[in-house]
C-alpha cells in the first residue's frame, strides 16, 4: 500500500497526469509534487486540487539536473515515502552534450545522475519504504521505426559505461536523440542492480511508451521538435502503433507502483515494434537486461560522477 508518493518532474505532461491518477486512489494520502520551479509547480497544484478535488499534494523544490539540489530536497521531507516516481528527464536542454561540474552530460545529469542520488539519499536516510520506479524507454532497445538504434557496447566495462555518461564514447557525434536511449538503457541496468542489492525495496524500470502531450521533446532542434512532436505523435505515430495518450503513459506508472505482478529489477515496456499497448518484460526481447556483470558495471560507473 503506497499513501505517500514522490513524482519527479511533476509539474506538466506524464508527471502530473500520474499525480492526479494517483489521487484519486483510495489509499493515496500525500503526493509530492518534486518540480525545480516553485512558479510552475503552484501552478499544477491549484489545477490537481481542482480537478482530484483532493488537497493532498505538496511542493519539493528539487532539480534532478543538480545532486545538491536532489540532496536539500531529501532533507526537507519529514517523513519516508511508500513510493518513489522517477519520471523527470528529456533530451538535456539546449546544450545536452556540455559536461557538468560533477563531471557527466547534461542529458545525463537530467535522466539519471539526479535520481541516482535522489535514490541514494532516501535509502540512506531510511525514507524510501516500498518501490521505487524509474521512467525508461523503448528506446534503450532501441526504436527502428523511429531510427533510434540499440545502444551498441562492445565491452559493457564499467570504463565503457563512464564514457556514455561522459559523452567520450560518442567521439564528438553527439545526437541527443540517440544518445538518450544510451542513458535509459545505462539507467534501466542501475536499476536491476539496485533490486540485487537492495530486496527489501521493488524497484521497477517503466517506459511510459510514446506518450503524446510530454515535454521531453521540447528541447529537440527546431525541424526535428516539430515532426516527432506535432505531425508524428499526433497524426503518424497512433496509425503505427507509436503514440497513445498522455493518461495511458501515467497509467503504466500507477500500475508500476501498485501492481504486485511486476518483478523487481525489471524493466517493462511495450512489445517488439511498437510503443503502445501491453507492456512485456523487456529481457525477452534483449537478453543482456538479465546480465548481472553489466548490471554491476553500469551501476558502478554511475556512482564514479556521485
Avoid at 489521487?23 to 482530484?52: F, G, P, V
Avoid at 539536473?65 to 532533507?75: F, I, T, W, Y
Avoid at 521505487?132 to 559493457?156: C, D, H, Q, V, W
Avoid at 561522459?166 to 538503457?185: A, S
Wanted: hydrophobic share 40%.
Amino acid at each position: 500500500m503506497n499513501k505517500s508518493i514522490l513524482i519527479t518532474g511533476a509539474n506538466a505532461g506524464i508527471g502530473k497526469e500520474t499525480a492526479r491518477q494517483l489521487a484519486l486512489q483510495k489509499d493515496t494520502e500525500l503526493i509530492y509534487l518534486a518540480c525545480r520551479n516553485l512558479k510552475k509547480a503552484e501552478i499544477a497544484k491549484k489545477e490537481l486540487i481542482n480537478a482530484t478535488g483532493k488537497d493532498i499534494f505538496k511542493i519539493v523544490i528539487l532539480d534532478v539536473s543538480k545532486p545538491e539540489s536532489v540532496r536539500k530536497a531529501v532533507r526537507s521531507l519529514a517523513n519516508p515515502i511508500d513510493a518513489l516516481i522517477m519520471n523527470a528527464g528529456g533530451t538535456g536542454g539546449k546544450t545536452p552534450e556540455k559536461i557538468t561540474k560533477d563531471g557527466v552530460t547534461e542529458l545525463t545529469a537530467s535522466n539519471l545522475l539526479g535520481h541516482v542520488v535522489l535514490v541514494d539519499e532516501l535509502i540512506h536516510q531510511h525514507k524510501l519504504n516500498n518501490v521505487a520506479l524509474f521512467a525508461s524507454s523503448e528506446a534503450a532497445r532501441g526504436i527502428k521505426k523511429m531510427g533510434m538504434k540499440r545502444p551498441n557496447l562492445t565491452a559493457y566495462s564499467v570504463e565503457e559505461f563512464a564514457a556514455i555518461f561522459n559523452g567520450t564514447k560518442f567521439n564528438g557525434d553527439f545526437d541527443p536523440f540517440q544518445v538518450y536511449g544510451w542513458i535509459k538503457y545505462a539507467g534501466t541496468l542501475w536499476m536491476s542492480n539496485m533490486a540485487r542489492k537492495h530486496p527489501n525495496i521493488k524497484f521497477i524500470s517503466m517506459s511510459p511508451g510514446g506518450t503524446r502531450g510530454t515535454n521531453g521533446m521540447n528541447d529537440l532542434p527546431l525541424l526535428k521538435r516539430i515532426f516527432l512532436k506535432h505531425i508524428g505523435m499526433k497524426l503518424i505515430m497512433p496509425l503505427m502503433g507509436m503514440s497513445h495518450s498522455v493518461e495511458k503513459g501515467a497509467k503504466r506508472f500507477v500500475d508500476g507502483i501498485n501492481n504486485s505482478s511486476f518483478k523487481s529489477g525489471a524493466f517493462y515496456a511495450s512489445k517488439e515494434n511498437v510503443l503502445t499497448g501491453k507492456v512485456v518484460n523487456q529481457s525477452s526481447i534483449w537478453k543482456d537486461l538479465d546480465n548481472p556483470s553489466y548490471q554491476n558495471n553500469a551501476d558502478a560507473a554511475i556512482h564514479q560522477f556521485v
